[in-house]
């Protein structure tokens, strides 16, 4: 089991720049510890439905990034640190949600991250980009 917390949110205008984090405490059951896991960042905006827009492997070496936001945000880890991070640059007001983080146990992530496949959530932070 794992526990996500989310910091990093807040306003800006058009055209700027937020890093968002996402520390993951993970924790025993009956003594076992999983220590793999697939990390990614969700965002969902009012009336909406909730959207992936990237993940991360536990190797660092496979991320994703929708196309909505390819090269714009990058999503990134410091696994001494058990820290998610996204940085976003050029936001646009279409970025405009609450970010969730998620994981999912296991070495590898899906070939799209969908919000039903994720077992472990944050509780969101929200970011709101103004023109």
């Known amino acids: 089991q794992v526990r996500l917390v989310e910091s990093g949110g807040g306003s800006v205008q058009v055209g700027g720049s937020l890093r968002l984090s996402c520390i993951a405490s993970?924790?025993?059951?009956?003594?076992?510890?999983?220590?793999?896991?697939?990390m990614a960042w969700f965002r969902q905006a009012p009336g909406k439905e909730r959207e992936g827009v990237a993940d991360?492997?536990?190797?660092?070496?496979?991320?994703y990034h929708a196309d909505s936001v390819e090269g714009r945000f990058t999503i990134s880890q410091d696994t001494a640190k058990n820290t998610l991070y996204l940085q976003m640059n050029n936001l646009k007001p279409e970025d405009t949600a609450m970010y969730y983080c998620?994981?999912?146990?296991?070495?590898?992530?899906?070939?799209?991250?969908?919000?039903?496949?994720?077992?472990?959530w944050g509780q969101g932070t929200q970011v709101t980009v103004s023109s």
């Open positions: 998620a994981a999912r146990p296991g070495n590898g992530c899906p070939t799209r991250p969908l919000s039903g496949l994720f077992a472990y």
């Open positions: 993970r924790y025993t059951i009956s003594g076992y510890t999983a220590s793999n896991y697939c």
């Open positions: 991360i492997d536990v190797s660092g070496d496979t991320t």
